[in-house]
Structure formats: structure tokens, C-alpha cells
């Protein structure tokens, strides 16, 4: 991906969940460490998880979707979906 860190080092997803969850680090020391960002560039997952707009990196290749089934079994068929799928687009 061909992505400048600081996409992810300076965003408000990753400066919100860097003040939750460990404020006393650095998010780009931090990313690093937790091989979200590699070399100089943000990997999928990083991008996924901390950019404010992942799909303006990764066009078609990073929203969500959540099935419903009605269904005691372990996997849901077509028969059995409820509903229309929920699209969410957006970090994770």
C-alpha cells in the first residue's frame, strides 16, 4: 500500500483509542510495535482499524457486512437470512 503513515499516526480514531486505551505512549512508537505500520508504511490492517477513511486507501476492499441468520445451525443459509445485509463503512 502506498499510504503515508501519518494517516494512521495523527488521525482522531488512533489519537482517541491512543487516550483510552494506553495514553502514556506514542502512537507512531505504539503502531509500530503493534505492526500495524511496517517500514514507513501502514499495512491493510492498520488502515482498517485507524485511518479516519480507510476507503479512500483501499477502494472496494475494506467494508463490512453483517448477516443475520435465523437459524440454530451452524452456519446460515440464503433461506434462512433476516433481512437485508448492514453495510458499514467507516474504520473498525
Given at each position: 500500500?502506498?499510504?503515508?503513515?501519518?494517516?494512521?499516526?495523527?488521525?482522531?480514531?488512533?489519537?482517541?483509542?491512543?487516550?483510552?486505551?494506553?495514553?502514556?505512549?506514542?502512537?507512531?512508537?505504539?503502531?509500530?510495535k503493534?505492526?500495524?505500520?511496517?517500514?514507513?508504511?501502514?499495512?491493510?490492517?492498520?488502515?482498517?482499524?485507524?485511518?479516519?477513511?480507510?476507503?479512500?486507501l483501499?477502494?472496494?476492499?475494506?467494508?463490512?457486512?453483517?448477516?443475520?441468520?435465523?437459524?440454530?445451525?451452524?452456519?446460515?443459509?440464503?433461506?434462512?437470512?433476516?433481512g437485508?445485509?448492514?453495510?458499514?463503512?467507516?474504520?473498525?
Amino acid at each position: 500500500m502506498n499510504a503515508d503513515p501519518v494517516v494512521l499516526t495523527n488521525s482522531a480514531v488512533s489519537l482517541q483509542f491512543m487516550l483510552e486505551i494506553v495514553p502514556t505512549a506514542e502512537p507512531d512508537a505504539w503502531l509500530r510495535k503493534q505492526q500495524v505500520i511496517v517500514g514507513d508504511k501502514p499495512t491493510v490492517a492498520g488502515v482498517v482499524l485507524f485511518a479516519e477513511e480507510p476507503q479512500a486507501l483501499l477502494p472496494k476492499r475494506s467494508g463490512i457486512k453483517i448477516y443475520r441468520y435465523k437459524t440454530t445451525a451452524d452456519e446460515g443459509t440464503r433461506e434462512t437470512l433476516d433481512g437485508d445485509p448492514l453495510s458499514i463503512e467507516g474504520h473498525a
